[in-house]
């Protein structure tokens, strides 16, 4: 798993339900081709990755299903909230991940948006699903590690 520092810039929106259902593999930074009005309501961090993913059509790579609300102010210039969005990426990543989605029955699944600077960066995973045990296993690893720190915080009190 390539393990990136956390985003520099403000974040807009996580997608935390996709850390619980997949294995991360690999992840990549990645532009959002947006329209003026949905980087408005960005900044006001109005967006959902809830049942976004991703998908190579033509040699270019597109979100589906991502929801970033309309402009309360931006009238006739709206755009619709759930259209599909273009995703900025080298040719040669490109490639690499389709392969690896064609070969190995991976997905890609966009994990967090955020700003860098004054553009707006989507970080997309490559993932495996997990299985109900994997799941069940990390539910019980994450309680026992709860146990732990409180465990120490009581004798650390003392």
Do not use: W
């Not at 959002?32 to 006001?44: N, Q």
């Not at 040719?91 to 004054?118: C, D, H, N, W």
């Not at 019980?140 to 590690?145: D, E, H, N």
């Amino acid at each position: 798993m390539t393990v990136r520092k956390k985003p520099s810039g403000k974040i807009i929106c996580d997608n935390r339900k996709a850390r619980h259902e997949y294995h991360f593999l690999e992840l990549f930074e990645a532009g959002i081709e947006l329209r003026g009005t949905e980087v408005k309501s960005l900044r006001f961090g109005r967006a959902s990755l809830q049942d976004a993913y991703c998908r190579v059509e033509n040699g270019e790579m597109y979100v589906n299903n991502m929801h970033i609300s309309p402009y309360e102010m931006g009238n006739r210039f709206n755009h619709p909230p759930k259209r599909p969005r273009r995703l900025l990426l080298h040719k040669a990543e490109i490639r690499r991940i389709y392969a690896k989605v064609r070969e190995k029955g991976l997905t890609v699944i966009p994990v967090r948006m955020y700003f860098s600077g004054q553009r707006a960066k989507l970080e997309i995973a490559l993932a495996q699903g997990k299985k109900l045990y994997d799941k069940r296993n990390d539910m019980i690893a994450k309680t026992a590690q709860r146990e732990v720190e409180r465990h120490l915080k009581t004798i650390q009190n003392v």
